[in-house]
């Protein structure tokens, strides 16, 4: 169609910016404490093969791939501060990944559905960065982008997106675990204990277990054991 159609020479930062501009914006200040999304390249190329370390989301004809920096300039502009800053443990770096591929997804979305383009038509790679600092390519087919540029703001910016930046977290799971005392044990005595063995806690009964969240050493709350039908349970005390 002609009207989806453009010379080679047309996919520029200087048309495809503004054009990307109002959802980027949008996106931007619903999930980032700092910063804003802009166009600091385009290339008519096809997207590279996925390498080590990166990360790559879809979201209807659009992928969008996140290097391992990306990523990590992401997730600073969405927490509004720097990773190093944080005590971060194994599941801690989970839930980041998960973190992250909602924000890639939400923003595939937000594009997606902001240009219109159908799935198999010729892509063009739009890289997107945080004050100068890279943060993804955009594989974005031309035809909703020719589109677009012709229209030349003519547009309705689409407004779907998760209510917050705290919505993507809420809807993760996390294990919880219920610890009622420890104990030490030798390697000798590790390897000697048999069914019916006694081992001693570090806690008087009736005992409280501390929970936490696995993997985390500091609970969060406290919880009375309880029998709930069947099953084992634990109710809620005040700290």
Not at 3 to 22: F, I, K, N
Not at 180 to 198: H, K, P, Q, Y
Request: with cysteine; net charge neutral; proline share 5%.
């Amino acid at each position: 169609m002609a009207d989806s159609w453009l010379p080679a020479g047309a996919y520029t930062v200087e048309r495809v910016g503004p054009v990307l501009a109002p959802m980027l914006g949008a996106w931007s200040a619903s999930w980032l404490a700092d910063g804003i999304l802009s166009v600091v390249a385009v290339r008519r190329e096809p997207l590279r093969q996925l390498s080590a370390g990166h990360m790559r989301a879809s979201a209807g004809a659009l992928v969008i791939d996140l290097s391992g920096r990306g990523k990590r300039v992401l997730l600073e502009a969405a927490l509004g501060c720097g990773l190093e800053m944080l005590d971060l443990q194994a599941d801690d770096h989970l839930l980041l990944d998960r973190f992250a591929a909602a924000l890639a997804e939400e923003l595939g979305a937000r594009i997606d559905q902001g240009l219109g383009s159908p799935a198999g038509a010729p892509s063009t790679q739009v890289t997107l960065a945080i004050a100068s600092r890279e943060v993804a390519t955009v594989d974005i087919p031309v035809t909703g982008l020719a589109r677009a540029i012709k229209a030349a703001g003519t547009r309705r910016t689409s407004r779907r997106s998760l209510a917050s930046r705290a919505a993507a977290v809420e809807r993760i799971e996390l294990p919880i675990e219920a610890v009622l005392g420890c104990a030490r044990l030798s390697v000798n005595e590790i390897g000697t204990i048999a069914v019916g063995d006694v081992l001693l806690l570090d806690v008087e009964p009736p005992a409280v277990a501390a929970l936490r969240i696995a993997g985390q050493a500091r609970p969060f709350a406290r919880a009375a054991c309880e029998r709930f039908d069947a099953l084992a349970a634990v109710r809620l005390l005040k700290n």
